[in-house]
């Protein structure tokens, strides 16, 4: 059984830089799409970033050049890197993996982990 764990989330005021980390067990990470994905109260979930297992990436545009997702095989994590957070940044992240149906920030995903909060706030 795959599953996730997502960490690295925190309180960062404006313009600050987080680094969250993706966690996969059960699974070998080497054949495996990951996205992140961003939820508020209340709202859908946002696609944020999409990474292959031949490492291309893919952005939102409304992360790109602030978000840089990036994994490592070797130890089963996939990493969201985060610059110039904006109050519009919060949410509970989570990074499902298993995509299948259409374009990648509207596909349907087996596996989810619980998420990493992220908070922005001065």
């Known amino acids: 059984q795959v599953q996730l764990v997502e960490s690295g989330g925190d309180l960062v005021q404006p313009g600050g830089s987080l680094r969250l980390s993706c966690t996969i067990s059960?699974?070998?990470?080497?054949?495996?799409?990951i996205a992140w994905f961003r939820q508020l109260p209340g709202k859908a979930c946002e696609g944020l970033s999409y990474?292959?297992?031949?490492?291309?990436?893919y952005y939102s545009p409304s992360v790109k050049g602030r978000f840089t997702i990036s994994r490592d095989n070797a130890q089963n994590t996939v990493h969201l890197q985060i610059h110039s957070l904006s109050p519009e940044d919060p949410g509970l992240y989570y990074c499902?993996?298993?995509?299948?149906?259409?374009?990648?920030?509207?596909?349907?995903?087996?596996?989810w982990g619980q998420g990493t909060q992220v908070t922005v706030s001065s």
């Open positions: 990474i292959t297992p031949s490492r291309l990436s």
């Open positions: 499902p993996t298993g995509s299948y149906g259409s374009n990648w920030w509207e596909a349907k995903y087996d596996y």
């Open positions: 059960g699974g070998n990470l080497d054949y495996k799409d």
